[in-house]
Nanobody, 122 residues
């Protein structure tokens, strides 16, 4: 069982930056493939980025490539999402999730956090 808690969301102006953190419980964090997803009002939850246990295999959604950075610290059981050059269309609830396989598909993630709101004003 893995519990995930996101933090770092908030209100920021367009062009600004935020760093989201996702703290995981349990000693087996390094065994999980970690992902970030987001869901805007009226839209389906969509993939943002994912990272393998070593940090060497990373996948990005085209909409955030070059602006967002995903990283993890296995010693701290934490995964991060650094978001730069934020746009109003990045406004959403951001979720971190853990999977036992490399995937960008939400249904294959076993554990989810409660989400953190990111609002980007124009």
């Amino acid at each position: 069982q893995v519990q995930l808690v996101e933090s770092g969301g908030g209100l920021v102006q367009a062009g600004g930056s935020l760093r989201l953190s996702c703290a995981a419980s349990g000693p087996t964090f390094r065994n999980y493939y970690m992902g970030w997803f987001r869901q805007a009002p009226g839209k389906e939850r969509g993939f943002v980025a994912s990272i393998d246990w070593s940090g060497s295999n990373i996948n990005w959604a085209d909409s955030v490539k070059g602006r967002f950075t995903i990283s993890r610290d296995n010693a701290k059981n934490t995964v991060y999402l650094q978001m730069n050059s934020l746009k109003p269309e990045d406004t959403a609830v951001y979720y971190c999730a853990a999977a036992t396989m490399q995937t960008t598909t939400p249904v294959y993630y076993n554990y989810w956090g409660q989400g953190t709101q990111v609002t980007v004003s124009s």
